[in-house]
Protein backbone atom coordinates (compact mmCIF):
# COMPACT_ATOMS: atom_id res chain seq x y z
CA UNK A 1 0.00 0.00 0.00
CA UNK A 2 1.77 3.21 -0.92
CA UNK A 3 1.51 6.57 -2.22
CA UNK A 4 2.88 8.58 -4.25
CA UNK A 5 3.42 12.62 -4.24
CA UNK A 6 5.02 14.35 -7.21
CA UNK A 7 5.05 17.61 -9.75
CA UNK A 8 6.29 19.95 -7.07
CA UNK A 9 9.17 22.39 -8.12
CA UNK A 10 10.57 26.02 -7.71
CA UNK A 11 8.21 29.02 -9.31
CA UNK A 12 7.45 32.83 -9.45
CA UNK A 13 4.69 34.74 -7.43
CA UNK A 14 1.96 33.82 -9.20
CA UNK A 15 3.18 30.77 -10.97
CA UNK A 16 1.66 27.55 -11.57
CA UNK A 17 1.89 24.11 -10.50
CA UNK A 18 0.25 20.86 -10.73
CA UNK A 19 0.68 18.52 -8.24
CA UNK A 20 0.12 14.19 -8.82
CA UNK A 21 -0.55 11.85 -6.15
CA UNK A 22 -0.71 8.01 -7.20
CA UNK A 23 -1.82 5.05 -5.10
CA UNK A 24 -0.53 1.90 -5.49
CA UNK A 25 -1.63 -1.55 -3.74
CA UNK A 26 -5.26 -0.23 -3.27
CA UNK A 27 -8.53 0.78 -4.73
CA UNK A 28 -8.12 4.46 -4.74
CA UNK A 29 -11.53 5.03 -5.74
CA UNK A 30 -12.72 3.56 -2.25
CA UNK A 31 -11.12 6.50 -0.10
CA UNK A 32 -11.13 10.01 0.56
CA UNK A 33 -8.31 11.81 -0.39
CA UNK A 34 -6.37 14.87 1.11
CA UNK A 35 -3.50 17.50 0.70
CA UNK A 36 -1.77 18.99 3.60
CA UNK A 37 1.82 21.06 3.40
CA UNK A 38 4.00 21.80 6.26
CA UNK A 39 6.59 24.87 6.34
CA UNK A 40 9.56 25.02 7.66
CA UNK A 41 9.33 25.74 11.79
CA UNK A 42 5.26 24.82 11.09
CA UNK A 43 2.50 22.62 12.08
CA UNK A 44 1.34 20.38 9.06
CA UNK A 45 -1.53 22.34 7.93
CA UNK A 46 -5.04 21.08 5.36
CA UNK A 47 -4.69 22.22 1.89
CA UNK A 48 -7.87 20.36 0.48
CA UNK A 49 -9.87 17.19 0.61
CA UNK A 50 -11.73 15.44 -2.12
CA UNK A 51 -14.13 12.92 -1.52
CA UNK A 52 -14.33 8.98 -2.94
CA UNK A 53 -16.14 9.85 -6.10
CA UNK A 54 -14.31 13.57 -6.72
CA UNK A 55 -17.60 14.82 -6.87
CA UNK A 56 -17.39 16.87 -3.35
CA UNK A 57 -14.18 18.92 -2.80
CA UNK A 58 -13.53 20.93 0.41
CA UNK A 59 -10.34 24.09 0.48
CA UNK A 60 -8.71 25.37 3.32
CA UNK A 61 -9.72 29.25 2.82
CA UNK A 62 -5.52 30.56 2.39
CA UNK A 63 -6.06 28.25 -0.74
CA UNK A 64 -9.98 28.87 -1.79
CA UNK A 65 -10.05 30.10 -5.63
CA UNK A 66 -6.33 29.73 -6.49
CA UNK A 67 -6.02 25.33 -5.88
CA UNK A 68 -8.24 22.58 -7.71
CA UNK A 69 -8.55 19.38 -7.05
CA UNK A 70 -9.97 16.39 -9.09
CA UNK A 71 -9.12 12.82 -9.46
CA UNK A 72 -9.18 9.86 -11.76
CA UNK A 73 -10.01 6.91 -9.72
CA UNK A 74 -9.34 4.40 -12.92
CA UNK A 75 -5.93 5.32 -13.05
CA UNK A 76 -5.57 5.53 -9.50
CA UNK A 77 -4.62 9.72 -9.05
CA UNK A 78 -5.22 12.57 -7.69
CA UNK A 79 -4.29 16.52 -9.02
CA UNK A 80 -4.28 19.32 -7.18
CA UNK A 81 -3.59 22.28 -9.68
CA UNK A 82 -2.02 25.16 -8.16
CA UNK A 83 -2.22 28.72 -9.48
CA UNK A 84 -1.45 32.16 -8.29
CA UNK A 85 0.83 30.72 -5.76
CA UNK A 86 2.73 32.94 -3.26
CA UNK A 87 5.46 32.64 -1.29
CA UNK A 88 3.32 31.78 1.90
CA UNK A 89 2.32 28.58 0.19
CA UNK A 90 5.88 27.45 -0.13
CA UNK A 91 5.91 24.15 1.73
CA UNK A 92 6.32 20.39 1.54
CA UNK A 93 3.38 18.83 0.14
CA UNK A 94 1.66 15.42 1.25
CA UNK A 95 -0.94 13.30 -0.34
CA UNK A 96 -2.96 11.87 2.37
CA UNK A 97 -6.09 8.91 1.71
CA UNK A 98 -8.91 7.43 4.03
CA UNK A 99 -11.44 4.54 3.37
CA UNK A 100 -14.86 5.98 2.62
CA UNK A 101 -16.57 9.23 1.90
CA UNK A 102 -16.25 11.72 4.53
CA UNK A 103 -13.61 13.84 3.02
CA UNK A 104 -14.67 16.67 5.63
CA UNK A 105 -11.89 15.50 8.25
CA UNK A 106 -8.87 18.33 8.30
CA UNK A 107 -7.43 16.11 10.78
CA UNK A 108 -4.26 14.57 9.79
CA UNK A 109 -4.85 11.62 12.56
CA UNK A 110 -7.55 10.72 10.45
CA UNK A 111 -5.98 9.19 7.32
CA UNK A 112 -4.21 6.25 7.29
CA UNK A 113 -1.93 6.35 4.57
CA UNK A 114 0.67 9.35 3.23
CA UNK A 115 2.76 9.75 0.34
CA UNK A 116 6.35 11.31 0.61
CA UNK A 117 6.05 15.06 0.39
CA UNK A 118 7.17 16.84 -2.64
CA UNK A 119 9.09 20.49 -1.80
CA UNK A 120 7.26 23.25 -3.29
CA UNK A 121 9.10 26.38 -3.38
CA UNK A 122 7.62 30.24 -4.73
CA UNK A 123 10.07 32.30 -5.07
CA UNK A 124 10.89 35.64 -6.78
Known amino acids: VQLQAYGGGSVQPGGSLRLSCVAS????????VAWFRQAPGKEREFVAS????????NYADSVKGRFSLSRDNAKKMVFLQMNGLKHEDTAVYYC??????????????????WGQGTQVTVSS
Open 25 to 32: GFSLGDYA
Open 50 to 57: INSSGVRK
Open 96 to 113: AARYGNNFYSRASGDYNY
